[in-house]
């Protein structure tokens, strides 16, 4: 019998529901402590949230209106299927718990709506909102997202992250007390990192309490402070191109722990906003049948390196 390659996001919602379940975004109106200059200002050097937000989420609309922009774009052709409100641009447990009740209630009030993704920070839970989120789990679906991004405190300062790796670690330890599952970004290629770093990184998050990972290229976007970095000094940054990330990504899984969801394998910035690594329009989905192909003609598979 053939190995199974990885354990693949599509699979698992096939597994866990018994129909169709489909994410919608939802920009909920947070900011976050690394723009408000309650850890820093000016963000991290890399983001710019417009290059995640589908045209539906805007914080000038409520919470219900944006779900129900999202799922009429997909009701022509799924009018059955539920839907995972995805709490998803800045940071989304940022907030006074009142509020933040107030949000989530908000979205699992829609009839179509069965549970919630949340992304944030690490350093923005606490025992209290774990507390509740915890209670709210037993009703509803719920994940708790981390961004990652590296797991070297080096490059978490020079990106200016504004929080180190032992409070990303602190974090899915606490979701992990409260019985939450959790999901993760890591980002591959950010300055200053080498190959064996990077896969540093799959050892390293093996330790973690880990449900489901997304993989990101670096990508450098307009607007953002590394856009400026990175046309000051091209020489520290080694962006992948699209055969060395196939490459690089089918080895990376076979040091990842078996059990992890992989959820994304890319970015997919829009054109108007990617300056750099260009792959010629390639999308998600194609560029999974090549990290599919290329972990088959290698005979690699998720784990395969892992004692
Ligand atoms: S990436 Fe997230 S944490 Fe960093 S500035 Fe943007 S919203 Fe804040």
């Known amino acids: 019998m053939s190995q199974k390659l990885y354990n693949s996001y ?100 829609h009839p179509k709506v069965i549970g919630l993704v949340i992304g944030t920070r690490p350093d923005c839970v606490d025992e209290k909102l774990m507390e509740y989120l915890s209670k709210l789990s037993e009703k509803y679906y719920l994940v708790l997202e981390f961004g990652i991004e590296s797991t070297l405190d080096s490059t978490l300062e020079r990106i200016n992250r504004a929080h180190n790796y032992k409070e990303t670690i602190d974090a899915f330890e606490l979701a992990k007390k409260y019985g939450i599952k959790t999901g993760g970004h890591i980002i591959l290629g950010l300055p200053g990192e080498s190959r064996e770093q990077m ?30 970095d990175y046309m000051e000094n091209k020489s520290d940054y080694k962006l992948f191109n699209l055969d060395e990330y196939v490459e690089f990504v089918a080895h990376f899984m076979s040091y990842l722990k078996k059990d992890i969801v992989l959820e994304r394998f890319t970015s997919e910035a829009p054109e108007s906003l990617l300056i750099a690594p260009q792959w010629g329009g390639f999308k998600n989905f194609q560029i999974v049948h090549l990290i599919e192909n290329e972990m088959k003609k290698k005979e690699l598979y998720q784990g395969k390196f892992l004692t």
Not at 37 to 50: L, P, S, W
Not at 51 to 70: A, D, M, R, T, V
Not at 199 to 217: G, R
């Open 199 to 228: 896969l540093e990184h799959a050892k390293k998050i093996a330790e973690l309490p880990l449900n489901f990972l997304k993989l990101h290229q670096l990508q450098i976007l307009r607007g953002t402070k590394m856009a400026s």
């Open 10 to 109: 599509t699979q698992y919602i096939k597994s866990t529901f018994s129909e169709r379940v489909q994410k919608i975004s939802i920009d909920a109106g947070f900011t976050c402590p690394n723009r408000d200059g309650k850890k820093a200002r000016g963000g991290c050097t890399y983001c710019n949230n417009d290059s995640f937000s589908p045209f539906y989420c805007s914080s000038s609309k409520s919470i219900y209106q944006q779900l129900n922009e999202g799922i009429d774009f997909f009701y022509k052709k799924y009018p059955n299927q539920h839907y995972l409100a995805y709490f998803q641009s800045y940071s989304n447990t940022y907030d006074s718990l009142h509020v933040l009740k107030k949000k989530y209630e908000e979205a699992l009030s």
